[in-house]
């Protein structure tokens, strides 16, 4: 909504439940927020930028919203269509990421598109296992299928080696709801009678991913624990990501045993907060929380510099190609962006493997580090999503200046990588030397 000094213009359009923006380049813009979250890292953010609060039946510049509420702005139902300066926190479509079955669909197809076109990034090597070759670069995923559309081909696998474990997910549930671990086909199948979920393709039921468990991982102070890493995309097509550096570890609060007698203890398998919070052993100081910074220089110091700069270079292989395996899906429109919660479990060799993707990683803040972490977050992100008036605008190109990053890093850019190309090819053809390319990750 805009706003000339103190005087409220008039709506143009209260047509649908969603409000337009009067657009006059005369006045000064008063930037007006919605959102349907009463979290104070987001409140304490807009308002310290001056920004007023208005409902969603009100014109909006600016909406951090649900993934339903986004949902239904975009339906094809409600024929809502937003204005050049109208921002919101989600892409139509952002469950092609986050949707554990459709994150390993896509990666899937990603890697076999690849495959077809000859493209050296799906290489394949036999390492002798028993399971067959496996992807050189983008063996980043367990091993996975989505029930009970791919039952038969996961006893077919779970056949191969019968010692192994698997972790159940339900697609649709997040922080750690229904998950359950198994190891023996029989425990799947009387599960699936006492649910009354038949795992037949033809029968429409609740879907649920099943992975390999990553049974060797690394673990400090003999306790499990993974990373949880922010990443904010501003566009799709070309791909625009950036890296937030202040990520953390997330421990259980029970040391890791993979006996029998553990596979139903929660406490011991899942890092999820959520989860590890109502334990007897949980700290609400540190919130059994470990900065990346500190995850570093540890492994630096018993691991070595060389092995750690080599994880993490692989922690962001695998996140920008993941968001390469949903760019041809996702509807990049320009009045979106995301901020993703990546999940990422590091194995004893060092090898690091994404989990899952969450669409809306929780604004909860459990330890005073955690708010002050949190409101960074969301301060750096609207830097960076804004021009550098302040005032959301489409036809902005998307690229902050250098100090606007804050504790973000720039992962990949795809127009800009094309660019720099175009200007190594020029002058190369003009000096008759060779053309360069820094683009990492072509």
Not at 300 to 312: I, N, P, Q, S
């Amino acid at each position: 909504m805009a706003y000339d000094g103190n005087k409220r213009l008039t709506a143009t359009n209260l047509s649908t439940m969603y409000g337009r923006i009067t657009h006059n380049e005369n006045a000064r813009m008063k930037i007006c927020f919605c959102t349907d979250m009463d979290k104070s890292v987001l409140l304490n953010n807009f308002e310290k930028r001056g920004w007023m609060q208005v409902t969603a039946d009100d014109d909006w510049n600016f909406y951090w919203a649900g993934t339903q509420t986004c949902r239904n702005i975009f339906s094809v139902d409600s024929g809502y269509r937003m204005h050049d300066n109208q921002l919101i926190n989600h892409f139509p479509n952002h469950y092609e990421l986050s949707r554990k079955d459709l994150l390993v669909k896509n990666i899937k197809r990603y890697r076999k598109d690849l495959e077809r076109d000859g493209n050296p990034l799906a290489e394949k090597v036999n390492d002798g296992g028993i399971n067959g070759p496996k992807y050189l670069y983008l063996d980043f995923i367990p091993v996975t299928f989505v029930l009970p559309a791919d039952y038969n081909m996961f006893v077919e696998e779970y056949r191969k080696n019968t010692q192994s474990t698997w972790i159940m997910k339900p697609t649709g549930k997040s922080q750690g709801a229904g998950i359950f671990l198994i190891n023996k086909l029989s425990k799947l199948k009387r599960w699936s009678r006492e649910a009354k979920t038949s795992f037949h393709p033809a029968i429409g039921k609740e879907s649920y991913v099943i992975s390999r468990y990553i049974e060797n991982p690394l673990l400090i102070g003999g306790k499990k624990f993974d990373l949880r890493l922010y990443v904010l995309v501003t566009s799709f097509r070309p791909l625009k990501a950036y890296l937030f550096k202040l990520g953390f570890c997330r421990f259980c609060t029970v040391k890791y045993d993979t006996s029998v007698t553990e596979l139903d203890n929660m406490y011991v398998h899942l890092t999820n907060v959520s989860v590890q919070k109502h334990g007897g052993e949980y700290n609400n100081l540190h919130g059994g929380k470990w900065s990346v910074q500190n995850l570093k220089l540890y492994l630096e110091g018993t691991r070595g510099k060389k092995v750690t700069e080599k994880l993490f270079g692989g922690i962001n292989w695998l996140i920008v190609h993941s968001l390469k395996a949903v760019q041809p899906v996702m509807a990049s429109d320009r009045h979106c962006f995301e901020c993703y919660g990546y999940d990422i479990i590091i194995d004893n060799n060092l090898k690091a493997w994404l989990v899952e993707v969450n669409a809306s990683p929780s604004l909860t803040s459990t330890t005073v580090n955690d708010r002050i972490l949190k409101y960074k977050l969301i301060d750096n992100i609207l830097n960076i999503v804004l021009p550098p008036e302040g005032i959301p605008d489409v036809r902005w190109n998307k690229v902050p200046s250098a100090e606007n990053l804050g504790n973000f890093e720039l992962l990949i850019d795809e127009e800009l990588a094309a660019q720099t190309q175009d200007d190594n090819m020029l002058s190369g053809n003009m000096t008759g030397g060779k053309p360069r390319t820094n683009n990492r990750w072509k």
